[in-house]
């Protein structure tokens, strides 16, 4: 796992508490109600989320409602302007089973059931599973930010795109 200072500065990652909370760049201007403000969270050290191991390089990470998101470096189609963003989990208003909701700097957040995996039983080694980011915390990465609110409420934002997720709605922009 990359922990050193200057390859979170090579990779563009901050914990600068004093960045503001992108806005989408839809003819609104706004996020969507509900977002949470990243603002006011508290920063989380990006290299704790930093993981390397073969067909991943990015970031990951968990939130309290079974979301496990990542970005993949490897995703990014050898285009450092596009960013991805993938949030697996539940998602109580879709439906049984496990969700899948995409974003990218140049593709709306979309939701969709979560292909099947191939090995149910499997759990990956300590050290690649995703640690959780805490409530009222915020992660940025490459241009990605998420955060998570005190009442579990997750929003990510990803160049003029994203979601919020929250115990009963997926909002998706």
Request: glycine share 8%; proline share 12%.
């Amino acid at each position: 796992m990359l922990a050193f200072a200057a390859a979170l500065a090579a990779c563009g990652a901050t914990t600068d508490s004093r960045a503001e909370t992108p806005t989408p760049t839809s003819s609104t201007n706004a996020l969507p109600a509900g977002f949470p403000d990243l603002t006011a969270m508290t920063p989380v050290d990006v290299a704790q989320f930093l993981q390397s191991y073969p067909y991943f390089m990015g970031v990951q990470f968990s939130t309290p409602d079974g979301q496990h998101c990542y970005s993949n470096d490897m995703n990014s189609l050898n285009d450092p302007a596009i960013r991805m963003l993938t949030c697996e989990g539940p998602r109580p208003d879709k439906g049984l089973g496990s969700w899948e909701i995409d974003v990218a700097t140049n593709t709306p957040a979309t939701s969709d059931p979560a292909a099947p995996s191939h090995n149910p039983n499997y759990q990956p080694p300590e050290n690649e599973r995703p640690k959780p980011l805490p409530p009222h915390h915020s992660i940025e990465y490459k241009g990605i930010r998420c955060g998570v609110d005190d009442k579990g409420t997750t929003g990510c934002i990803v160049g003029g795109h994203g979601f919020v997720l929250t115990a009963t709605a997926t909002t998706l922009f």
